[in-house]
């Protein structure tokens, strides 16, 4: 049982924009930033958005996230077939922890 | 660039331990934490703990208290995660990932990862 709760999937077809929740606490999403990592099958998850609405260098800006309260989400505009794996939320917990969200499977139909 | 190479994929019996490396490159090794995240098939990402390459001071995940240590050596650069007592549910994949300067920063940069199963 993840401490961060994500849908287990969602789904879009090509073009329409997806939104993936996450929800926690006050000790980790509510007090600290949330980040988001893409996983594809058989790579390293890589970053996605860090410090709830940042994107690394190379990361389009069709991501994008937000963060509001204990609640935070990651939306994919424009979606895009190479879109499709599992993502992530994650957050520092006041307890001096990492933790994460259990995943969101994102298929593109 | 900044680079994490994990050993290779081990396969152990069931009370067995296992110790899996983590050499760092491209970045100066004292100043990033590091992190061990593993993930279980069909499951999702889990935090172990982190260790201050600097210090060498490390916060392990309540989960694994008393299994997992994780130690460094700076003249290498390498990282490591010891797990003992290994069961059936420690078949992962297991990752370093370089934090920040501090626990609470984000993974930036994750290593390819190093299969464990635990079978008898």
């Known amino acids: 049982q993840s401490v961060l709760t994500q849908p287990p999937s969602a789904s879009g077809t090509p073009g329409q924009t997806v939104t993936i929740s996450c929800s926690g606490s006050r000790s980790n999403v509510g007090s600290n930033y949330v980040h988001w990592f893409q996983h594809l099958p058989g790579t390293a998850p890589k970053l996605l958005i860090y410090r709830s609405n940042e994107r690394p260098s190379g990361v389009p800006d069709r991501f994008s996230g937000s963060k509001s309260g204990t609640s935070a989400s990651l939306a994919i505009r424009g979606l895009r077939s190479e879109d499709e794996a599992e993502y992530y939320c994650?957050?520092?917990?006041?307890?001096?922890?990492?933790?994460f969200g259990g995943g969101t499977k994102l298929t593109v139909l | 660039q900044v680079q994490l190479v994990q050993s290779g994929a081990e396969v152990k019996k069931p009370g067995a331990s296992v110790k899996v490396s983590c050499e760092a490159s491209g970045y100066i090794f004292t100043d990033y934490y590091i992190h061990w995240v593993r993930q279980a098939p069909g499951q999702g990402l889990e935090w172990m703990g982190t260790i201050n390459p600097d210090s060498g001071n490390t916060r392990i995940a309540q989960n694994f208290q008393g299994r997992a240590t994780m130690t460094r050596d700076t003249s290498t650069r390498i990282v490591y995660i010891d797990l003992t007592g290994l069961r059936s549910e420690d078949t992962a994949m297991y990752y370093c990932?370089?934090?920040?300067?501090?626990?609470?920063?984000?993974?930036?940069?994750w290593g390819q990862g190093t299969m464990v199963t635990v079978s008898s």
């Open positions: 990932a370089r934090g920040g300067i501090s626990a609470p920063d984000v993974f930036q940069k």
């Open positions: 994650a957050a520092w917990d006041d307890s001096l922890l990492w933790v």
